[in-house]
């Protein structure tokens, strides 16, 4: 089914959450410092944030 979360983790896409399994939609969400687990298609990676860069919209404008 194309509208499976799964299908959409084969196309290339990943699932952010914190250490308490809640999910992570925006950079907002995160701080220096913090574990991540990242849901990819075939299993889960852990990751710590290094680096928060803010865009300023969809199209790509950074905000350093």
Do not use: M, W
């Amino acid at each position: 089914n194309t509208l499976s979360p799964l299908a959409t983790l084969g196309r290339g896409y990943a699932l952010l959450s914190d250490n308490t399994g809640g999910s992570i939609s925006s950079v907002d969400q995160l701080a220096t410092g913090q574990e991540l687990s990242i849901r990819l298609s075939n299993g889960i990676a852990k990751a710590r944030v290094t680096q928060i860069k803010r865009e300023k919209s969809c199209h790509g404008n950074h905000e350093f």
